[in-house]
């Protein structure tokens, strides 16, 4: 636990370090985008399946 509160006041003392973590920021956030997409488009194929099945 010391290491890592180390280590993140290291990069908090430098710039390239809040540079990295806002790329890590950004990334999470796009991968919560990509989630969410991806869940909606799952939810929409399983309901157009299902109307496929029960029209058949």
Known sequence: ???IVNFLNALRQREQ???AIEYGLIASLI???II???TAVG?????T???VAGHL
Do not use: I, K, Q
């Open 1 to 3: 636990m010391y290491n």
């Open 17 to 19: 370090g809040a540079t």
């Open 31 to 33: 991968a919560v985008v």
């Open 36 to 38: 969410a997409g991806a």
């Open 43 to 47: 939810t929409g194929v399983a309901s």
């Open 49 to 51: 399946f299902t109307n």
